[in-house]
């Protein structure tokens, strides 16, 4: 229901029509709902749709005078629907959409006298009836505090709203300047912070330099002369020269224990090297040396045979005995020298 902004500065200027006028306009919108939803559980929907719609328009248009009449024929609608699952006269009577909803009202008023209406008529009562109780001076008193009371509440929500709104607006502007702030502080600490890095850089440079250059007289240590330009106090310097001997012990222990490890790892490696180089010149000692003891053997069995040649040479030309003897003994030497032969 929509409440006259008039009435939210002073609550007695509503009159009696203006009620029941709000309340013609919130039972025709709450019908309008339930014709709405009725519509859309009939069978035959898609053909209501159009005289609905159509019905709809022409309450949607109706002027204050026939506010009431538009609720009357907009009951009766939902009637029909209800009763019938569509529509009837005067909904399906393209001459009735022509006519002023107070006039068809009334002929509708006509023909439920006479007992001609046949759908509709309790629904087109009851809603009189809670029309006309409006017009009540008890009832009409009692809606009209109802909603005094309403808009007091109402009034007192706007204003905590108003007041809501402006301690936002002023935490905004606060937010606004804290912020703008924030902004002008970060480009100073962004521009403190490129100059820092600027003076750090340039430092580091100088101090790698000095440490590079053999010809000082006097050794720079590489913090001090990073970190001379913010050194403003004894404290700061005994402290830089603190870092600078915690720095120069960490530099001493990770080279030892990288000489170390480069110690290890080159023991392990010439380890591997020599027992490899080992085994290489063992396999070839020994292949070597079985070279030599076959050489040596095969010259053995060649000086045996040899000899065995000589000897039975000088027994068959010296030995006076038996030739059978003779025989034999030859035999033996032969063979002798053909067990050497198969072993070469």
């Known amino acids: 229901m929509q409440i006259n902004s008039t009435y939210l500065k002073n609550p007695s200027v509503m009159s009696n029509s203006e009620l029941i006028e709000g309340a013609l306009d919130e039972l025709f919108v709450k019908e309008v709902a339930s014709v709405v939803k009725l519509v859309g559980t009939l069978p035959e929907k898609y053909k209501i749709m159009p005289t609905c719609t159509l019905w709809l328009n022409i309450f949607q ?3 204050h005078k026939e506010r009431f009449a538009r609720n009357y024929m907009l009951v009766l609608l939902h009637k029909q629907l209800n009763s019938r ?36 008529d ?11 109780c409006f017009s009540s001076g008890e009832n009409l008193e009692f809606e009209n505090r109802k909603l005094m009371d309403i808009n007091v509440d109402l009034a007192n929500d706007l204003q905590s709203l108003k007041k809501q709104y402006a301690d936002l607006e002023e935490l905004r502007e606060e937010n606004g300047k804290a912020f703008q702030i924030q902004n002008e502080q970060l480009k100073l600490l962004e521009k403190e912070t490129r100059s820092m890095k600027r003076i750090f ?16 007289t006097t050794k720079e240590s590489f913090f001090g002369t990073l970190l001379k330009s913010v050194c403003e106090k004894e404290s700061d310097i005994a402290k830089v020269n603190q870092m600078e001997s915690q720095f120069r012990s960490l530099l001493i222990g990770h080279s030892n224990y990288y000489q170390k490890k480069q110690q290890d790892m080159l023991i392990e490696k010439t380890s591997d090297k020599y027992d490899k180089l080992r085994d290489k010149v ?8 079985s070279m030599k ?32 003897t003779k025989k034999e003994v030859s035999k033996f030497l032969q063979r002798s020298h053909d067990e050497l032969a198969e072993m070469l």
């Open 85 to 120: 699952r569509t529509l009837g006269y005067p909904f399906t009577d393209s001459s009735c959409a022509q006519k002023d909803l107070c006039t068809l009202q009334e002929k509708m008023r006509q023909l439920d006298i006479r007992g001609e209406l046949t759908d509709g």
């Open 61 to 63: 248009l109706a002027t």
């Open 282 to 289: 063992s396999k070839r000692y020994k292949k070597v040396i």
């Open 201 to 216: 850089s340039i430092s580091a440079i100088t101090a790698l330099k000095q440490m590079c250059c053999s010809h000082l």
């Open 293 to 324: 003891l076959d050489a040596q053997e095969h010259e053995l069995t060649l000086s045996a045979m040899r000899y065995l040649t000589i000897l039975r040479k000088l027994f068959l030309s010296t030995f006076p005995g038996k030739a059978t």
């Open 122 to 132: 309790e629904e087109v009562k009851t809603f009189e009836d809670k029309s006309i």
